[in-house]
């Protein structure tokens, strides 16, 4: 069945750019989103894009799109400590069906 | 505040118990799904619904049944509580616009002992 793989974890310093990378196996995938998670909460849609795009920007989140090699990667610059979270990847080849979610990157924010 | 509404927030089980999680939505959306979340799985999906009276079975969906009458409510069934079943439970409302993506509720926190 499809896939969805991620990095548990990523540590950076306040102000510096942060880079979450998600792999996916389903060669079909058309809608691809980042969700965040704070403690204790549900998901947060932050941003998405489909497969004929291959970059989407929006205010401080970047994300790219490489089809060819099924990675998605999110882009988040001038990291704060708010931005601190849980951030999964999800993807789904028919948009309202079956979605399947990334493990997940925990996102620490360093001082 | 228009969302997706789930009760309750926590819930402690016995094995063999029933019980039936609860989720409501206020923005008229086609489609409803319940995951489960455990640690280092991310989420999984249970069931979902792409309209009133239409539901099918996602990528884990024994010892759950959903049913679902009206647009706005989606329950899950438990039929009869495992410890394998603890877990929090999220259910995600969407429009039909990939571009509006999925609402979440807060979640419902299950233990069962």
């Known amino acids: 069945g499809e896939d969805v793989e991620q990095s548990l974890f990523l540590s950076v310093r306040e102000g510096d750019s942060s880079v979450i990378n998600c792999t996916y196996t389903?060669?079909?995938?058309?809608?691809l989103y980042w969700y965040k998670q704070e403690p204790g909460a549900g998901l947060q849609l932050l941003t998405y894009i489909f497969s004929n795009m291959d970059m989407k920007q929006d205010q401080r989140l970047t994300v790219l799109l490489n089809k060819k090699d099924k990675h998605l990667s999110l882009r988040i610059a001038d990291t704060q400590t708010g931005d601190s979270a849980i951030y999964f990847c999800?993807?789904?080849?028919?948009?309202?069906?079956?979605?399947?979610f990334g493990p997940g990157t925990r996102l620490s924010v360093l001082p | 505040n228009a969302g997706v509404t789930q009760t309750p927030k926590f819930q402690v089980l016995k094995t063999g118990q029933s019980m039936t999680l609860q989720c409501a939505q206020d923005?008229?959306?086609?489609?409803m799904s319940w995951y489960r979340q455990d640690p280092g799985m991310g989420l999984r999906l249970i069931h979902y619904?792409?309209?009133?009276?239409?539901?099918d079975q996602g990528e884990v969906p024994n010892g759950y049944n959903v049913s679902r009458s009206t647009t706005e409510d989606f329950p899950l069934r438990l039929l009869s509580a495992a410890p394998s079943q603890t877990s929090v439970y999220f259910c995600?409302?969407?429009?039909?616009?990939?571009?509006?993506?999925?609402?979440f509720g807060s979640g419902t926190r299950l233990t069962v002992v």
């Open positions: 995600a409302s969407s429009s039909l616009l990939p571009t509006a993506g999925y609402t």
């Open positions: 619904s792409v309209g009133a009276g239409i539901t």
């Open positions: 923005m008229n959306h086609e489609y």
């Open positions: 389903d060669s079909s995938s058309t809608y």
């Open positions: 999800a993807e789904t080849a028919s948009y309202g069906q079956n979605f399947v």
